[in-house]
């Protein structure tokens, strides 16, 4: 597709897609008149054409305006897992020129609290069983709207269903595509979470590099397992496979052999997921049991993948291609990703940067570095969010010339691929050393042994920080441990050789499924 170089969010040179939809809800139009009895969504309990999709996204739009004085730039705040009212609250909230502010639902009372203060919303749409974390809240101050919050709830009483009642006539919100779709609080590892403002024009990028980088069609179905309130679930599955003219299916809460039988009973042919659930699948006997022949294309990001992870993907799913991704929440998902096809040698990588993309590997001195060199990447594009709410300290931090700071440290190499080493906060330093836990986690998961590994710093008085390891494995006991030191020292040098390995029966990670080595410090 054709890029122009435009002005966006102030932003100079910026490369957009010459022929893109405006808004969110464009996304779904052109779709509707294509596709009107086609399933759009199929969830647990519920199945919507497209038609039934645009229908009742239109009465909730209209009922928010008129019943709860919604006005464009309002926020509306959604504690809903992956169940048929999510999307309906996507395109309600697009064409009523609301920003959706989904909460993970399963952050503790406080961490709620906090959110809903800072974003303000006017109307809070939660599922019955999160409710009493949200009357358990205790609003700040520093959002007075908090206190006049209009709330209704699914099940239960079920005074949400008020919401879809009615003629699906909307007042047209004169939307333009700088304007905020979403604030998506990312997790907030140290100190409060930030609110990431995603833009139409941040969300239209991303669906369109997903489907034409990934080549995707209207013939394909995708199951999603991960939190549509995060990144990878809301853009780069639901948005983007209704934009393909796609069906998007869902599961309110991951289970593996549900989701295996889901698979093979519906011929899901497009997987996304982080690599843990691959893994998970892996050693199911529901896995073993059936032939993935029909799966055309899996994706995998949100952490790193070992070669033995891949290796299993293209054993067990032979006639997909495997393409490996990269973003954040603040890149509205992908920053890069592998095309569809690449070379061999390249597996490891986690792909070209996106259409329209720039990104630079800066050294710690705030100079760019040369191909093969390791450094921070900095991205900038029309995907890169515009800002973060209410939050100038962190705009200022995480922003230079419109490039914003990613925290995560890689390699360019002469053809554009990109490889991750580390989060900058995870990489160790012992005596001056610079370790990256990666690269000790990979030799660590070559053990047949080891199912997962995680590797952190820990405080040392004489080097500083020393490597601790922690595995995942049925059949590790502290027996097996010298080992597994043993094993370490064949391929790493003496100083990355963890000095201490702790054997847990699970990694701590959150609602996306990315490991929480925050809490393995602790």
């Given at each position: ?17 010459k022929?893109r ?23 647990e ?115 949400f ?106 011929d ?123 939050n ?7 922003f230079?010339d ?12 002469e ?37 997962e ?18 595995v ?24 990355k ?26």
């Amino acid at each position: 597709m054709e890029l122009n170089s435009v002005t966006l969010f102030g932003r100079e040179g910026m490369q957009v897609f010459k022929n893109r939809p405006k808004t969110i809800g464009d996304l779904l139009k052109a779709n509707v008149k294509k596709f009107g009895e086609k399933a759009a969504i199929v969830t647990e309990a519920k199945r919507l054409s497209y038609g039934e999709l645009d229908r009742l996204s239109s009465s909730l739009a209209a009922n928010l305006q008129k019943k709860c004085g919604i006005e464009k730039g309002d926020r509306i705040a959604a504690l809903i897992g992956n169940r048929y009212e999510f999307p309906l609250l996507v395109f309600a909230c697009a064409k009523a020129g609301a920003m959706l502010v989904p909460i993970n639902v399963k952050l503790a009372a406080e961490e709620i609290g906090y959110i809903l203060s800072h974003s303000g919303p006017k109307v809070l749409i939660g599922e019955e069983e999160h409710m009493d974390k949200v009357r358990a809240a205790e609003f700040t101050a520093e959002a007075e709207a908090a206190e006049g919050l209009q709330v209704f709830v699914i099940d239960g009483e079920d005074t949400f269903g008020e919401l879809l009642s009615g003629e699906p006539s909307y007042r047209e919100a004169n939307i333009d595509e700088e304007d905020g779709a979403f604030i998506l609080y990312t997790s907030g590892t140290t100190g409060r979470p930030k609110g990431a403002v995603l833009a139409h024009a941040n969300v239209i990028h991303s669906v369109l590099n997903y489907k034409t980088i990934f080549k995707t069609g209207h013939q394909l179905k995708t199951l999603i397992a991960v939190p549509m309130f995060h990144v990878t679930g809301l853009v780069g599955q639901l948005l983007h496979i209704l934009y393909a003219g796609g069906t998007a299916y869902s599961m309110k809460r991951y289970q593996n052999e549900e989701y295996i039988r889901t698979v093979v009973s519906h011929d899901i042919d497009f997987l996304f997921n982080v690599p843990t659930i691959f893994i998970m699948m892996s050693t199911s006997e529901e896995f073993k049991n059936h032939s993935f022949s029909f799966v055309k294309k899996v994706a995998f990001g949100g952490s790193p993948i070992y070669q033995q992870t891949f290796a299993m993907l293209a054993e067990a799913f032979p006639n997909a291609e495997l393409h490996n991704a990269y973003g954040a929440t603040e890149t509205t998902s992908p920053a890069t990703l592998m095309p569809v096809s690449y070379p061999a040698s390249k597996v490891t990588s986690v792909g070209r940067p996106v259409h329209g993309a720039a990104i630079k590997i800066m050294d710690a001195e705030g100079n760019e570095c040369s191909p093969g060199e390791i450094g921070e990447l900095y991205i900038k594009g029309p995907m890169v969010i515009k800002e973060y709410w209410e939050n100038p300290e962190a705009n200022e931090k995480n922003f230079t010339d419109g490039f914003w700071h990613s925290g995560d440290l890689g390699m360019m190499d002469e053809e554009q691929y990109i490889y991750i080493r580390d989060r900058k906060k995870d990489m160790i330093n012992r005596a001056g050393e610079k370790i990256f836990s990666i690269e000790v986690e990979d030799v660590l998961k070559e053990h047949p042994d080891v199912v997962e590994a995680a590797v952190v710093g820990e405080p040392d008085p004489v080097f500083g920080e020393t490597v601790k390891a922690f595995v995942v494995g049925p059949n590790l006991t502290e027996e097996s441990l010298p080992a597994l030191t043993e094993h370490c020292r064949k391929s790493l040098a003496k100083y990355k050789v963890p000095g201490k390995i702790e054997i847990l029966e699970s990694l701590p990670r959150n609602a996306s499924g990315k490991i929480m080595k925050n809490k393995l410090k602790q």
